[in-house]
């Protein structure tokens, strides 16, 4: 079965960084296209990053702040988080889609359980 685990958030000053891991299991990495995604209370689920594995979007609004890696090896997709500002302040998810022509496009079809990020100010 696919499995999407969040990990890495917590509670941070504006200004800081956090470093968030998705850890997947049970697919061919190459056959989907991942994306990170974020919500906080009383607003739309947003799309933050995602990337078909030749091309990587970001959001404008947080564009030359976040990038997205991975780690085959480890089966990981990382999104590195810096100069936070409170309303970055959300719950982050990570998740598949099967459409590979375009990321920002798909169904995504796979989510993890997501995970807290809250920046102080």
């Known amino acids: 079965e696919v499995q999407l685990v969040e990990s890495g958030g917590g509670l941070v000053q504006a200004g800081g960084s956090l470093r968030l891991s998705c850890a997947a299991s049970g697919f061919t990495f190459d056959d989907y296209a991942i994306g990170w995604f974020r919500q906080a209370p009383g607003k739309e689920r947003e799309r933050v990053s995602c990337?078909?594995?030749?091309?990587?979007y970001y959001a404008d609004s947080v564009k030359a702040r976040f990038t997205m890696s991975s780690d085959y090896a480890k089966n990981t997709v990382y999104l590195e988080t810096n100069s936070l500002k409170p309303e970055d302040t959300a719950v982050y998810y990570c998740?598949?889609?099967?459409?590979?022509?375009?990321?920002?496009?798909?169904?995504?079809?796979?989510w993890g359980q997501g995970t807290q990020v809250t920046v102080s100010s």
């Open positions: 990337s078909n594995g030749g091309t990587t």
């Open positions: 998740a598949l889609s099967s459409n590979l022509v375009s990321c920002q496009s798909g169904h995504y079809d796979y």
